[in-house]
Nanobody, 125 residues
């Protein structure tokens, strides 16, 4: 069994910064691409940023130049540094891993599209 657990959300003023973390738990052997998505009230869940196992990244146009995604493969953790935050960045942010290979009671299993529970980011004065 694997889990993704996010942390770091909260209330911040416009122009401020927050750093989100997402740690994968379990007996993990490898993780594919990891990404951050967000969902504002009444809207669909959209990709914010993705980082592949080799380190290449992609960003939504709306966050380019403001957000930075990074990962610590040794600790199975992905981060999202959010700078120059705007009210329109307010949303629940979800962590995703497209595949995780982990040991489940000694049996290797590949888990696809693993999601965290989400963390709320509110940008408001």
């Amino acid at each position: 069994q694997v889990q993704l657990v996010e942390s770091g959300g909260g209330l911040v003023q416009p122009g401020g910064s927050l750093r989100l973390s997402c740690a994968a738990s379990g007996t993990i052997f490898s993780i594919g691409a990891m990404g951050w998505y967000r969902q504002a009230p009444g809207k669909q869940r959209d990709l914010v940023a993705v980082i592949r196992s080799g380190g290449s990244t992609n960003y939504a146009d709306s966050v380019k130049g403001r957000f930075i995604i990074s990962r610590d493969n040794a600790n199975n953790t992905v981060y999202l540094q959010m700078n120059s935050l705007k009210p329109e960045d307010t949303a629940v942010y979800y962590c995703n891993a497209d595949s995780i290979v982990a040991s489940d009671y000694g049996v290797l299993r590949r888990y696809l599209e693993v999601w965290g529970q989400g963390t709320l980011v509110t940008v408001s004065s």
